[in-house]
Nanobody
Framework: QVQLVESGGGSVQAGGSLRLSCAAS????????LAWFRQVPGKEREGVAA???????MVANSVKGRFTISKDNAKNTLSLQMNSLKPEDTAMYYC?????????????????????WGQGTQVTVSS
């Protein structure tokens, strides 16, 4: 079965860095689109960054130049390196996956494009 488990969240001061990791199982990451989303209470889930099976990347404008998404197909992991963190980056961060093989697909940062989700890891950035 498909499972996604996030780790690496925590509390940091503004300007600091965190690296989030997502351990995937039940599928091969090289044949899936993988993404990071974030959500704060009362707001919609926001796409942060995504990497497709062909290594195409999308990054939200709000984090462009500060966050880097990467995947390690050998380890079946997804990472999000977050630098120059700002208080507005505070959110629950979720890992998401959509299997590509045999499915119609348009690479997207929309939450509804992703079928599988982790439980989230909290990131808190203090000013």
């Amino acid at each position: 079965q498909v499972q996604l488990v996030e780790s690496g969240g925590g509390s940091v001061q503004a300007g600091g860095s965190l690296r989030l990791s997502c351990a995937a199982s039940g599928f091969t990451s090289s044949s899936a689109a993988l993404a990071w989303f974030r959500q704060v209470p009362g707001k919609e889930r926001e796409g942060v960054a995504a990497v497709d099976s062909d290594d195409s990347i999308m990054v939200a404008n709000s984090v462009k130049g500060r966050f880097t998404i990467s995947k390690d197909n050998a380890k079946n992991t997804l990472s999000l390196q977050m630098n120059s963190l700002k208080p507005e980056d505070t959110a629950m961060y979720y890992c998401a996956a959509q299997l590509r093989s045999g499915r119609a697909w348009s690479f997207s940062l929309r939450a509804r494009a992703y079928e599988y989700w982790g439980q989230g890891t909290q990131v808190t950035v203090s000013s």
